[in-house]
């Protein structure tokens, strides 16, 4: 037999970018300890509302299963006598298996003892399963209330706990565990009792509850798109916001409202960043993308009143608009350009100067990428124009004010103040990858200042000894390492890297003797950040290992990892592997003179034919590695034969070195596509 099990957690509201996290958390371990603990389910479900995180567990087995372990003891001739008695290494195996010294079994040497468990109901378990589960609960934050020690991320008020209709007693942070719940807080009055905990969210919605945050969802995108519809718009629904929305309220109701038309003369990031960044709006555009003086807003609750709330929420929006436009007119009382000067009061970090000081530097580093790049003098123009300009918008009153506007009003006050579009477009490009779901730079310009931008962000850090650690990342460097990489491989960009540092460390006056250091360290953590996006990428672990000894070109250790995953797919490259790594073994010494009048035996001077062949067809390859590793796969024959018959540890010296120094060059150029002892066969 089994039941339904309904664990509700009552709380004050939750802060809704806790509660996925939460939810998912408390789904894990309710699986993992009814799995250990050998009690059988069907299906677990977590539910959750702002003051409300919920379990339901369909199916629980009304008892656990037994079990029969076998433990393996010591040898037959050490458990027992000449005699077959048993000894006091049996007696004493037996007793700490609690069983008799008769039942120990005999099996391939050794003795056993099978202890059988018989499972206990599981009514009797839950008094400790549940109040385990809700005190090993994490979050990013708790909170300690009156003079308890508990820990939660905010104060408990009630307990649901029921198997079936049997209510599980106990009792954590002074409330006890019943079958009472609560509805919602203006539309429900007082404890409410939950028969039974397979209509559990039956009963919540009697309440004005919709518990399931998924059907929660579809009510809400149902009625935003319904009702800009209505007003002949679509509603600009961002999955971020969506889901903030969903966990803010419990009884979901849309409402549409409006805003006066002059306000429709801002940028339009201007308006709709105070609406869905301060307010949880929901925008509302036309059929050619166009703001319309629309919002659509979700309230906690019924349509009771619903015109009293939208005048409510259509004042607070007015207030907010037009303190975006009176910072609009006083920041276009000067270009964009003249806010410069303001940015040498802004200090960017300790000991490094100002945000003027990191501009200069930005401007020069796009030179410096333009170059590395090729590009041609107009496009070094804008980026360097961009990059001096990137900041200036720091210190608007605009983005003071509306900081998520950072960029965006830099560009929109560049496009105004008559700069290209290049220069406006990269202004706000180079904070791009603002997120790990955001676009990367689609400009050239945009993507030089972002390269430059955070490698200055990451060398300035790092010469200040702030370098992440665990968790602990203040500055966001992993997530900046990670644009630069992106951004190298999405945009097929051959760079320096370690060359891009050291500009870098120069503009910084970073001193001289600590240089090697510092660039030592960057680069082991963006070798990091290689290594996450080529796993991320399915690349296999050892395919990773072999291909980012030299991170120093990410493009083409990209390239490379994608070429050799290919390639070991097929069978020429798996068993040619073995040829590789023969050579490396034995080609340690950086021996590199060969003298072809010192090669004896016909297999080396085939070899070194072979090899001379194959390296003038390289040279003219660049850097297509997928023909390079071809033209490398076709001398595992001649080294093959090579080590079948030539002994390369000659008693000559010269003959000796001269082997070793053919091996050498053969092995430099095979890494230069990957280093094959570290794949796995």
């Known amino acids: 037999m089994s039941k339904d099990l309904l664990l509700e957690i009552g709380t004050e509201e939750v802060p809704a970018h806790f509660m996925p996290a939460i939810l998912e958390q408390l789904n894990k371990k309710a699986q993992s300890i009814f799995t250990d603990l050998h009690i059988e389910f069907s299906a677990t479900k977590t539910l959750g509302t702002p003051r409300r995180i919920a379990l339901l567990v369909k199916n629980l087995a009304e008892k656990q299963a037994d079990i029969s372990t076998e433990y393996k003891g010591p040898a ?4 027992y006598d000449s005699n077959n008695e048993p000894t006091k290494a049996a007696i004493g195996f037996a007793r700490g298996k609690k069983i008799n010294v008769e039942d120990l079994t005999v099996k391939d040497g050794y003795i056993y003892a099978v202890v059988h468990e018989k499972g206990q109901n599981t009514s009797s378990l839950l008094a400790k399963i549940l109040p385990q589960l809700i005190e090993e609960l994490n979050f990013p ?24 209709a049997e209510i599980i007693d106990f009792t954590i942070a002074n409330v006890k565990s019943g079958n009472k719940t609560r509805g919602h807080r203006f539309l429900s009055d007082g404890e409410h009792v939950i028969a039974n905990a397979s209509v559990y969210e039956e009963s919540l919605e009697k309440l004005f509850i919709i518990v399931d945050q998924n059907k929660r969802r579809s009510i809400i ?6 009702l800009a519809a209505k007003h002949n718009g679509h509603a600009q629904i961002t999955e971020e916001l969506l889901e903030e929305v969903i966990y803010l309220v419990e009884y979901p109701t849309a409402l549409c409202g409006s805003f006066e038309d002059k306000y429709l003369q801002l940028p339009k990031e201007a308006v709709i960043t105070p609406m869905r960044e301060h307010q949880r709006y929901f925008p509302v555009l036309d059929d050619a993308g166009k703001l319309m003086p629309l919002f659509i807003t979700v309230r906690n609750g019924g349509q009771k009143s619903l015109e009293i709330v939208q005048h409510g929420n259509e004042r607070v929006l007015r ?3 037009a303190d975006a436009q009176f910072f609009f007119d006083e920041d276009r009382k000067k270009s964009l350009a003249d806010y410069l000067e303001k940015l040498k009061t802004v200090v960017f970090q300790e000991g490094l100067g100002s945000i003027y000081d990191k501009a200069l530097r930005l401007e020069k580093l796009a030179a410096f990428l333009g170059d590395s790049f090729q590009l041609d003098q107009q496009e070094i123009t804008a980026a360097k124009r961009a990059a001096l300009l990137a900041k200036a918008d720091l210190v608007t009153g605009m983005v003071c004010e509306f900081t998520e506007l950072q960029g965006i009003m830099g560009r929109e006050y560049a496009l105004l103040d008559g700069e290209t579009p290049a220069v406006a477009t990269a202004i706000d490009e180079h904070y791009m990858p603002r997120s790990a779901t955001d676009n ?3 400009t050239i310009a945009g993507k030089v200042v972002s390269l430059a931008d ?22 966001a460097l ?20 370690s060359a891009f540092i050291a500009k870098a460390m120069e503009l910084l006056n970073v001193p001289a003797d600590k240089q090697a250091e510092l660039q030592t360290s960057i680069m082991d953590f963006m070798r990091l950040r290689v290594n996450n996006i080529l796993a991320d990428a399915a690349i296999r672990y050892d395919i990773v290992d072999a291909v980012t000894n030299d991170i120093d070109n990410v493009y083409s250790v990209y390239k490379k990892a994608l070429i050799v995953a290919d390639k070991l797919t097929s069978t020429d490259l798996t068993t040619t592997i073995q040829s590789f790594v023969r050579v490396s073994n034995i080609s340690k010494e950086n021996i590199l003179s060969v003298d072809e009048a010192l090669f004896i035996e016909t297999e080396e001077k085939d070899l070194y034919a072979a090899y ?17 590793l071809t033209e490398l796969i076709k001398l595992a024959v001649p080294i093959d034969k090579f080590f079948d018959k030539v002994m390369v540890m000659d008693k000559d010296e010269k003959i000796k070195n001269n082997r070793l120094a053919l091996l050498k060059n053969i092995d430099n150029s095979i890494k230069q596509i990957a280093d094959f002892t570290k794949i796995v066969l």
């Open 454 to 475: 955070k490698i200055d962000n990451i060398t300035a850090t790092f010469s200040r000894g702030l370098i992440p650690t665990g968790s602990q990342d203040p500055f």
């Open 440 to 442: 990367m730079p689609s």
């Open 478 to 497: 992993r997530r900046q390492a990670l644009g630069i990489v992106n951004t190298l491989i999405e945009s097929k960009l051959n760079l320096s890297l």
């Open 221 to 226: 995108e149902q009625q935003i798109n319904e």
């Open 76 to 79: 037959v001739n050490i458990a």
């Open 319 to 321: 207030a907010r608009l």
């Open 612 to 628: 001379s062949g194959i390296s003038k067809n390289i040279t003219t390859m660049n850097d297509n590695y997928a023909l390079i």
């Open 141 to 164: 934050k708790n909170m300690r209330w009156g003079n308890l020690d508990f820990r939660f991320v905010r104060p408990l008020r009630w307990i649901v706990a029921l198997y079936d």
